[in-house]
């Protein structure tokens, strides 16, 4: 064998290599961000925002068909109203709170304690999709720094997911199932007190998204570029092998059988 077409099979080996890397870097960025998640990241403290639960599903032949999120009990929301979804309903549940608490100089004995979305028959959030469940809530607490938000996520088939696990700290290992969060900030001097995110363009939620899913989505692109980089490097060697071998000397080549 010349070497010429030795080196070309080096360089498409090469090739195939970089590209599984970015198939590989591809899907790692697809479960990093397979979490039940709230948007947007920040919200303020003592304020009322729209909290939006971003529901992925991660199950390659059964849907999703039901979403229960619980309220800190320890943080209560006074006032808590949910937007539509088509083909899903909503219900609060409310419940009596063991010592009242003061929002706005009331005292306040009842607070929502759970939202739960139910599918209609034959709806489902389909393998490979995702949903989004709309709240307004408030006022937020201000005497804590995130709002946690525990959250079980039930199948079609009877599979129950629970997001609760506690956020960890900065440069810890993330948790399989952590419920999703909100960090609670100080109002702005000058500012009001709605939502945090009150700044993001209409209409465009994924906008929100937190870092998790930021970076997921740069590694995801990176793989891609790595994947097309290592599949074209292949292809221009093996290019390249056979215009060098068409050129070369009758001599210099290996002789027919």
Excluded: C
């Amino acid at each position: 064998m010349s070497t010429n077409r030795f080196g070309a099979r080096t360089l498409v080996r090469g090739g195939a290599v970089l590209a599984v890397a970015g198939i590989a870097a591809l899907l790692a960025a697809g479960t990093a961000s397979a979490h039940v998640t709230a948007q947007p990241g920040e919200a303020t403290k003592g304020g009322y925002a729209k909290i939006t639960l971003r529901v992925p599903n991660e199950r390659p032949n059964n849907g999703t068909v039901k979403l229960q999120v619980n309220l800190p009990a320890d943080h209560p929301l006074a006032s808590v109203s949910t937007k539509p979804v088509p083909g899903w309903k909503a219900e609060i549940t409310k419940g009596k709170l063991d010592k009242p608490v003061k929002v706005h100089n009331t005292d306040v004995t009842e607070a929502v304690r759970s939202v739960t979305w139910t599918a209609d028959a034959g709806v489902r959030i389909e393998p490979g999709q995702f949903n989004e469940f709309d709240m307004s809530v408030g006022p937020l607490p201000d005497d804590t720094d995130r709002l946690v938000l525990p959250t079980t996520q039930t199948y079609d088939n009877g599979e129950v997911v629970v997001w609760d696990a506690p956020p960890v700290a900065d440069g810890a290992a993330e948790p399989a199932h952590p419920a999703p969060t909100v960090k609670l900030v100080d109002k702005a001097a000058g500012g009001d007190s709605h939502s945090h995110d009150a700044a993001a363009p209409a209409g465009d939620s994924h906008d929100a998204s937190t870092g998790t899913d930021k970076t997921a989505r740069w590694l995801g692109g990176a793989g891609l570029a790595v994947g097309a980089l290592g599949l074209g490097f292949g292809a221009g060697a093996v290019l390249r092998s056979r215009r060098t071998g068409a050129a070369a000397p009758a001599a210099d080549r290996e002789p027919s059988a």
